[in-house]
């Protein structure tokens, strides 16, 4: 059981997770001070815990770490804030706690300015991920009408205990390369992650793992923190010379700075944190089924196999053409066929029609309805793309409404992929976007939208606002409003968070979409790479991935088809090609593939992800548990890729994970058995093809107790590589 516990005499609250704990205290003068953060402990040990250790060096010494809410002592802060006399800095006097289930809410005043801060903790029962968040008040009345200055803002500041050796793993990349693993020593000083695009970014994504160097994937003890925000961040990570290891973070980015006014609340998304000692696979695990548990608006379903124009035909889209490709999809068991860009207004390239959202009549005469019901009437759902925060300066929308775009007086209006920025936080803007949204949705049967997001913000500001810093914020408030209402108002409706690939992507616009598009990158062999960083957090229910076209259209790069299939399959299968150029032994080979996803999809989708390998092992191999209610492994999928060949360099068996050792598994492909036990200590045979782009799919099920099976199969048995497709 998850719970809260006050120790009053000690001035101290215990958060219990299933099985870690999180402490925190008051100090003499008020301030809440870190306690502790890792395996179990009960309210009476916790109490026990000495504070940092003071090492008496003299005043330079002073402010070590610890905090919970403004930093590490003169390390990064998490609250910065100037009053209107001039002052800066608060002075907390605790005023009471009120504790409601798993939650916690710590309540603090300044001692003279009008602020007040409630500090956020939530703990579940199924979960040992720990929500934070921050509520902000200004609580002038008449006599202070003065707003209060806010330089930073954050959720919640992390401590950790000492470690030996820290490490930080983070992913860093760009547009088409997102979510590559960092993993590295911690330098001293301060290390900052950070989005300034006014989104999560392709650059970084707002989560960090921490260990003390030893952690492994299966083994060690690992601290994690992500921000589920999907504008400007930042998060500071502060290695002292001799005191232990903090980080801070929260929404807008450095320089930003914006007013609470007299009587507003502002309340900072949530910056959530996990502790395990089951390695890094164990963390990211944990991140997954947190997310299946309390983000996904809709985690049981299983997602549907999707086709997307984009890479066959680009903008290039009409009826005619659509057909064709519709025709195929469903032959290849698509499930849902979405139409992406081009199809509205004067939309004919990425230069012109953006913000006009009508169907162009010279390429569906009669409207979307006829593709739509071609799409219905061979079994799949429907769905469009998207990008309702954009327009080109071509356009009807920004020829009569230049206004609404976000602009500065006396500054240049930057054009990037052609297009600008529409001020959605300006309610007209957010009016009229969910109007069209909602006729469109009204209009036809549409069950799926692609979201999309292509550049970042630039000059944001609305001339006559006098606090456009706030703007930052009021952007992605007012994104995530209109997303919310139209799932309420159409609750059938299905969404991909989508940036140019995998530009936003983060637990904030995650608890309103079902799934992202994790890079426009497609080509097989990077995508291993960028699937890998993607799952350190993000599920596999969620990571949206194509089979296209060989050579693929970025890289260049030829791949087989099983290839490009396997590592799709690894995440939401879809298919983005030109299936009008596929051979028929390509489309049969297609389709049968596509039918080995919808069998294995329960346990991509609902599995405990392991990887087994690194991603830039010789062959990297994933492998998806699916339990039975009693948590007994009941069913495996290993896939592994082999993207060069070396001569003498034998593939060795892999050892499984997380199987029952009593258990005897039987092969779906070849009927082998084996036992569990063999398995865990000697690994799975790999017999992949030979030569480059090598890959298998092994699909495992625990037989009942005492069924019949075949002798166990000794080596070679069911193989990666032969045993499915
Ligand atoms: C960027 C997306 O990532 C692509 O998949 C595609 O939808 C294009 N935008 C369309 O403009």
Same mark, same amino acid.
């Given at each position: 059981?998850?719970?809260?516990?006050?120790?009053?005499?000690?001035?101290?609250?215990?958060?219990?997770?299933?099985?870690?704990?999180?402490?925190?205290r008051?100090?003499?003068?008020?301030?809440?001070?870190?306690?502790?953060?890792?395996?179990?402990?009960?309210?009476?040990?916790?109490?026990?815990?000495?504070?940092?250790?003071?090492?008496?060096?003299?005043?330079?010494?002073?402010?070590?770490?610890g905090?919970?809410?403004?930093?590490?002592?003169?390390?990064?802060?998490?609250?910065?804030?100037?009053?209107?006399?001039?002052?800066?800095?608060?002075?907390?006097?605790?005023?009471?706690?009120?504790?409601?289930?798993?939650?916690?809410?710590?309540?603090?005043?300044?001692?003279?300015?009008p602020?007040?801060?409630?500090? &956020?903790?939530?703990?579940?029962d199924?979960?040992?991920?720990?929500?934070?968040?921050?509520?902000?008040?200004h609580?002038?009345?008449?006599?202070?009408?003065?707003?209060?200055?806010?330089?930073?803002?954050d959720?919640?500041?992390?401590?950790?205990?000492?470690?030996?050796?820290?490490?930080?793993? &983070?992913?860093?990349?760009?547009?088409?390369?997102?979510?590559?693993?960092?993993?590295?020593?911690?330098?001293?000083?301060?290390?900052?992650?950070?989005?300034?695009?006014?989104?999560?970014?392709?650059?970084?994504?707002?989560?960090?793992?921490?260990?003390?160097?030893?952690?492994?994937?299966?083994?060690?003890?690992?601290?994690?923190?992500?921000?589920?925000?999907?504008?400007?961040?930042?998060?500071?990570?502060?290695?002292?010379?001799?005191?232990?290891?903090?980080?801070?973070?929260?929404?807008?980015?450095?320089?930003?700075?914006?007013?609470?006014?007299?009587?507003?609340?502002?309340?900072?998304?949530?910056?959530? *944190?996990?502790?395990?000692?089951?390695?890094?696979?164990?963390?990211?695990?944990?991140?997954?089924?947190?997310?299946?548990?309390?983000?996904?608006?809709?985690?049981?379903?299983?997602?549907?196999?999707?086709?997307?124009?984009?890479?066959?035909?680009?903008?290039?889209?009409?009826?005619? *053409?659509?057909?064709?490709?519709v025709?195929?999809a469903?032959?290849?068991?698509?499930?849902?066929?979405?139409?992406?860009?081009?199809?509205?207004?004067?939309?004919?390239?990425?230069?012109a029609?953006?913000?006009?959202?009508?169907?162009a009549?010279?390429?569906?005469?009669?409207?979307?309805?006829?593709?739509?019901?071609?799409?219905?009437a061979?079994?799949?759902?429907f769905?469009?793309?998207?990008?309702?925060e954009?327009?080109?300066?071509?356009?009807?929308?920004?020829?009569?409404?230049?206004?609404?775009?976000?602009?500065?007086?006396?500054?240049?209006?930057?054009?990037?992929?052609?297009?600008?920025?529409?001020?959605?936080?300006?309610?007209?803007?957010?009016?009229w976007?969910?109007?069209?949204?909602?006729?469109?949705?009204?209009?036809?049967?549409i069950?799926?939208?692609?979201?999309?997001?292509?550049?970042?913000?630039?000059?944001?500001?609305?001339?006559?606002?006098?606090?456009?810093?706030?703007l930052?914020?009021?952007?992605?408030?007012?994104?995530?409003?209109?997303?919310?209402?139209?799932r309420?108002?159409?609750?059938?409706?299905?969404?991909?968070?989508?940036?140019?690939?995998?530009?936003?992507?983060?637990?904030?616009?995650?608890?309103?979409?079902d799934?992202?598009?994790?890079?426009?990158?497609?080509?097989?062999?990077?995508?291993?790479?960028?699937?890998?960083?993607?799952?350190?957090?993000y599920?596999?229910?969620?990571?949206?991935?194509?089979?296209?076209?060989?050579?693929?259209?970025?890289?260049?790069?030829?791949?087989?088809?099983?290839?490009?299939?396997?590592v799709?399959?690894?995440?939401?299968?879809?298919?983005?090609?030109?299936?009008?150029?596929?051979?028929?032994?390509?489309?049969?080979?297609?389709?049968?593939?596509?039918?080995?996803?919808?069998?294995?999809?329960p346990a991509?989708?609902?599995?405990?992800?392991?990887?087994?390998t690194?991603?830039?092992?010789?062959?990297?191999?994933?492998?998806?548990?699916?339990?039975?209610?009693?948590?007994?492994?009941?069913?495996?999928?290993?896939?592994?890729?082999?993207?060069?060949?070396?001569?003498?360099?034998?593939?060795?068996?892999?050892?499984?994970?997380?199987?029952?050792?009593?258990?005897?598994?039987?092969?779906t492909?070849?009927?082998a058995?084996?036992?569990?036990?063999?398995?865990?200590?000697?690994?799975?045979?790999?017999d992949?093809?030979?030569?480059?782009?090598?890959?298998?799919?092994?699909?495992?099920?625990?037989?009942?107790?005492?069924?019949?099976?075949?002798?166990?199969?000794?080596?070679?048995?069911?193989?990666?590589?032969?045993?499915?497709?």
């Amino acid at each position: 059981m998850s719970r809260v516990t006050h120790l009053a005499e000690h001035r101290l609250w215990l958060l219990t997770t299933p099985a870690t704990s999180y402490a925190l205290r008051l100090d003499d003068e008020d301030r809440p001070r870190h306690v502790h953060w890792g395996a179990r402990l009960t309210a009476e040990q916790a109490a026990t815990v000495p504070p940092p250790v003071s090492r008496d060096a003299g005043s330079f010494q002073t402010g070590g770490p610890g905090g919970e809410l403004e930093g590490p002592g003169f390390g990064p802060p998490s609250l910065d804030v100037r009053f209107a006399d001039g002052g800066a800095g608060v002075e907390w006097r605790y005023r009471g706690h009120a504790i409601d289930g798993g939650d916690l809410a710590v309540r603090f005043a300044d001692r003279h300015h009008p602020l007040e801060i409630t500090l &956020h903790y939530r703990v579940h029962d199924d979960t040992d991920v720990i929500e934070r968040w921050t509520v902000l008040r200004h609580t002038g009345d008449g006599d202070s009408r003065d707003p209060v200055g806010l330089l930073r803002w954050d959720s919640a500041a992390w401590t950790l205990p000492p470690l030996p050796a820290p490490r930080l793993s &983070h992913v860093a990349g760009g547009w088409a390369a997102e979510t590559l693993l960092r993993r590295e020593a911690l330098p001293y000083g301060e290390t900052v992650l950070t989005s300034r695009r006014g989104t999560t970014g392709h650059q970084a994504n707002p989560w960090v793992m921490l260990d003390g160097g030893q952690a492994t994937e299966e083994h060690g003890e690992v601290w994690s923190a992500a921000l589920a925000w999907s504008g400007s961040w930042r998060i500071t990570v502060h290695r002292p010379a001799f005191d232990a290891v903090g980080l801070t973070g929260g929404s807008g980015h450095d320089g930003l700075s914006w007013r609470l006014a007299p009587g507003e609340t502002w309340r900072s998304p949530v910056f959530a *944190g996990v502790y395990g000692a089951a390695g890094f696979g164990g963390i990211s695990r944990q991140w997954h089924s947190y997310a299946l548990r309390h983000v996904l608006p809709h985690p049981d379903e299983l997602r549907p196999v999707v086709y997307d124009s984009w890479e066959a035909t680009g903008f290039d889209v009409d009826l005619a *053409g659509q057909l064709r490709l519709v025709e195929r999809a469903a032959a290849l068991g698509a499930e849902l066929y979405v139409l992406d860009d081009g199809w509205f207004g004067a939309r004919r390239s990425q230069r012109a029609g953006l913000g006009d959202w009508r169907v162009a009549r010279d390429r569906f005469p009669g409207g979307l309805d006829p593709l739509i019901e071609a799409v219905r009437a061979r079994g799949m759902r429907f769905g469009l793309w998207v990008e309702p925060e954009m327009v080109n300066p071509d356009s009807d929308l920004y020829r009569e409404r230049p206004d609404w775009v976000l602009h500065l007086p006396n500054r240049r209006r930057t054009t990037l992929r052609d297009q600008l920025v529409l001020d959605f936080a300006r309610p007209e803007v957010a009016g009229w976007a969910y109007d069209w949204l909602d006729r469109l949705l009204t209009g036809h049967r549409i069950d799926f939208l692609k979201w999309d997001f292509n550049r970042p913000l630039t000059e944001v500001g609305r001339p006559g606002h006098d606090d456009p810093g706030r703007l930052w914020t009021d952007h992605v408030r007012s994104v995530y409003a209109v997303i919310d209402r139209l799932r309420a108002a159409h609750p059938h409706l299905r969404i991909e968070t989508c940036a140019g690939g995998g530009g936003r992507v983060d637990f904030g616009i995650l608890a309103r979409t079902d799934e992202a598009w994790a890079s426009d990158n497609t080509d097989a062999v990077d995508r291993i790479g960028i699937q890998h960083g993607y799952g350190q957090v993000y599920p596999a229910r969620t990571m949206a991935a194509w089979v296209t076209d060989s050579p693929n259209p970025l890289t260049g790069r030829a791949v087989p088809l099983r290839f490009r299939f396997h590592v799709a399959m690894s995440g939401v299968l879809g298919l983005g090609g030109d299936l009008t150029r596929w051979s028929a032994a390509e489309l049969a080979e297609a389709a049968g593939l596509v039918a080995l996803y919808k069998e294995v999809r329960p346990a991509v989708q609902h599995g405990a992800l392991h990887r087994l390998t690194r991603a830039d092992a010789p062959v990297t191999a994933v492998q998806y548990v699916l339990g039975d209610a009693a948590g007994a492994a009941d069913e495996v999928v290993v896939l592994a890729w082999r993207v060069t060949a070396r001569f003498g360099h034998t593939a060795a068996p892999l050892r499984l994970a997380a199987l029952d050792p009593g258990a005897v598994y039987r092969d779906t492909g070849t009927g082998a058995a084996h036992h569990g036990a063999v398995l865990l200590a000697h690994g799975l045979p790999l017999d992949l093809p030979p030569g480059d782009h090598a890959s298998g799919l092994t699909r495992l099920v625990r037989l009942p107790a005492g069924a019949p099976h075949g002798p166990p199969s000794p080596v070679p048995g069911g193989r990666v590589g032969t045993s499915e497709a």
